[in-house]
């Protein structure tokens, strides 16, 4: 069945809100090794093959704490969630170099940046400063490596999809299709589904799978199977010049119709 009734929520404001990975690419620990304290804390940590280590902390839910060494031993990485199962930032991530000189100090508020983001070179020189207001970078300086003032360029460039959100707005619903059978409650109400995938360095689609829930799964699986049919790759999105692997949040809204009238002759 076609379904003609969706729209796609906010992409411009969303698409600020676009995850791209910590400067740190320590992997998250495994739930797994988790140890339960009696106040409900959660404590987790993951050494990789190479010795950097990866310590996660979560008092409650949603928010948490996420803190990465180096093999050395030595901080590399301060990052606090509100929410830590979505990656939505609050506070100021701090990153270091394995010789102890701060490499980011970044303002983070509801999941995105708002606030200072001052960066260092190794050694010890101002690479960048800059600041944000919810989640929109303002212009600022950059630097070389020997402290002469360079032109500003965007730290962070998000994904985007060739043709913009018209053509991504397009191509869901032309793709987008509904089970023949929907349950009754479905029928004249508004849903939800918000769609997470992975946007590869070489702007390739990975890891797409429901971030937030309609509640209804025929519309959660008829939503993820229309971003896996997306036909073109995104432009990936940069961090500080280089491409990085991100992760893109998409928001689809149903308004569902009534429902269908039955014929006479079925009763």
Partial sequence: MRYLYVTIL???????????????LASRPDSSHYEVALDK??????????????????????????????????????????????????????????????????????????????????SGMLKRRTEYVAGNELPGNCYDADGQAIAYFLYEQLPLYPGGHTQLTKEINQTLRLPRLLPVFYYGQHYLVEVAIQVAEDGSIQNPHVAVSSRVPELDRAVLAAVTKLSKRFNPGKRDGLLVRCVYHLPVEFAAPSQPARRADSL
């Fill in 41 to 122: 804390r959660r404590v987790g940590s993951y050494t990789d093959p190479t010795g950097a280590c990866t310590e996660e902390m979560q008092w409650g839910e949603p928010g948490g704490l996420v803190r990465a060494y180096y093999p050395s031993g030595h901080l590399k990485e301060y990052v606090p969630y509100a929410d830590l199962a979505r990656g939505y930032r609050w506070g100021v991530a701090t990153s270091w170099y394995d010789n102890g000189q701060l490499g980011a100090w970044q303002a983070y508020q509801d999941g995105q940046r708002h606030g200072p983001l001052v960066l260092y070179y190794e």
């Fill in 10 to 24: 906010g992409l411009a404001a969303r698409v600020a809100q676009a995850q791209l990975p910590a400067d740190s």
